[in-house]
């Protein structure tokens, strides 16, 4: 059985840090697309950065872009996103997805999210 866990949310101050880790059980991370989304209330799930494949390039999206850095732990069946400079935005629930063939919305795998709150 496919398991995603995320872990490392929690309440940080604007311009903060803060490194976000899914744990994957069920499958090899390094041969999948994994991908980073966060969801707050109301609003669409929206794609912050996704690795395409083993050997793929990473991709950002434009409003997290040179604030965050995506990484893979092989090892250790893990990846990793590293959030810097955070921004006030609405509390979310961030997740991790995996899919075998390519980073898109709507990947196979979810975990079950875990909550960033950005406030002072």
């Known amino acids: 059985q496919v398991q995603l866990v995320e872990s490392g949310g929690g309440l940080v101050k604007p311009g903060g840090t803060l490194r976000l880790s899914c744990a994957a059980s069920g499958l090899t991370l390094k041969a999948y697309a994994v991908g980073w989304f966060r969801q707050a209330p109301g609003k669409e799930r929206e794609g912050l950065s996704c690795i395409s494949g083993p050997e793929g390039s990473t991709y950002y999206s434009g409003s997290v872009k040179g604030r965050v850095t995506l990484s893979r732990n092989n090892a250790k069946n893990m990846v990793y996103l590293q959030m810097n400079s955070l921004e006030p935005v609405d509390p979310s629930v961030y997740y991790c997805?995996?899919?075998?063939?390519?980073?898109?919305?709507?990947?196979?795998?979810w975990g079950k999210g875990t909550l960033v709150t950005v406030s002072s």
């Open positions: 997805a995996a899919d075998i063939t390519t980073c898109h919305r709507e990947m196979k795998y």
